[in-house]
């Protein structure tokens, strides 16, 4: 199936159009048309080869919803014309102990990511949504509530899921005291996703400048991270804080604000974080974790928790010719809150 899209062709060089071609169908396979596709941070990292082991040329994108075009003649879950989407995870053994827990995202033996990853049965390697088509095996493809806005659910399929999955595996619900680390395309959603739980929801901040946002978004305040005296006084007073922050940062500043058995959990940075200090650690009996995006069923069980809820992402529509631009604000931290590529776009670029 012959494609186009937009991909990278070394760390150094801008996206630009792409023509490649996708697998034909397998059996259990589903074609799909893409009509949106998400820009999360991770795509610029690998572009860049940020975290060492991107192959060239690389389409990113595993934030995507489309509609069913073809299925293969073993594939029964999704029709033609369904509205679906894809997130970071297109295969796994299927097999293990921690697949068939449905947590894919641990396979034993490897997930295969959306793109940069290697087909379980051709090895090679996997091509993402920045792209007019894909093709994905129908246990990794899910459903789209109807009374979701298909425009925004985009950012779900990764910036949602990396945030829901610890506040569910952290129990997160009425009366819990969360602190959210980072405002941004991760932190934004887990304001609303922890507000919508029943959390009651602090939002850390360097400056006073979002507290506006945070409150519009469900937190229910903003603590200034760098006034020392409001610090010491919040300690001891949260049971969870989900960091965001994708880049190396301090922990130690907000170790002693959890309370005993309180957990701090990381799904920004990929990489080193400051020396954290293992007082607050050793006294409190308290934790720091992380997590990875989530199964696919628990991906299922939030598309339904936000449809059921009316949460969706605040995004910032672009073209697909946009994107090396989109990238250089992502940067900078402007944007508000994730950007989403109408591959319409593509398709008139083409023409």
């Not at 490649?20 to 572009?47: K, M, P, Q, W």
């Not at 910036?159 to 009366?175: D, K």
């Not at 304001?191 to 979002?210: E, H, I, N």
């Amino acid at each position: 199936m012959k494609t186009i899209g937009y991909a990278a062709q070394s760390a150094e060089t801008p996206l630009a159009p792409f023509a490649f071609d996708r697998r034909e169908l397998r059996g259990n396979d589903v074609a799909i048309e893409i009509l949106y596709c998400g820009v999360c941070h991770s795509d610029l990292h690998t572009a860049r080869n940020d975290w060492g082991g991107t192959v060239y040329p690389i389409v990113p994108g595993h934030e995507i919803v489309g509609r069913v075009t073809a299925v293969g003649p073993e594939a029964g879950r999704h029709a033609v014309g369904e509205v679906v989407a894809v997130g970071c995870l297109v295969d796994s053994c299927k097999h293990c102990d921690q697949c068939e827990r449905d947590l894919e995202n641990y396979c034993r033996n490897g997930w295969v990511g959306t793109y940069n990853g290697k087909d379980k049965i051709t090895g090679e390697i996997t091509q993402g949504g920045y792209a007019r088509d894909i093709v994905v095996r129908e246990d990794f493809v899910l459903k789209v509530p109807q009374n979701l806005d298909v425009a925004k659910v985009a950012p779900l399929l990764c910036a949602g899921i990396t945030t829901y999955s610890p506040l569910r595996e952290w129990n997160v619900g009425e009366g819990s005291r969360v602190g959210v680390i980072g405002l941004g395309g991760l932190g934004h959603m887990a304001v609303k996703l922890a507000a919508a739980m029943g959390a009651d929801v602090t939002v850390f901040s360097r400056s006073p400048g979002k507290e506006a946002d945070a409150l519009e978004l469900g937190a229910n305040r903003v603590l200034i991270s760098s006034d020392a005296e409001a610090m010491t006084a919040a300690a001891s007073s949260f049971d969870f804080i989900i960091d965001t922050v994708p880049v190396k940062h301090d922990l130690n500043p907000y170790l002693p604000l959890l309370d005993v058995d309180g957990s701090l959990v990381l799904v920004g940075q990929i990489g080193p974080v400051d020396e954290p200090i293992t007082t607050p650690l050793v006294f409190g009996r308290r934790r720091v974790a992380g997590s990875l995006i989530g199964g696919i069923a628990e991906t299922q069980e939030m598309l339904a928790f936000c449809a059921e809820k009316n949460i969706l992402p605040e995004v910032e529509m672009i073209r697909m010719d946009e994107i090396n631009h989109a990238y250089e604000r992502m940067e900078k931290s402007d944007v508000h809150y994730r950007f989403v590529i109408d591959m319409a776009t593509l398709e008139a670029e083409a023409a």
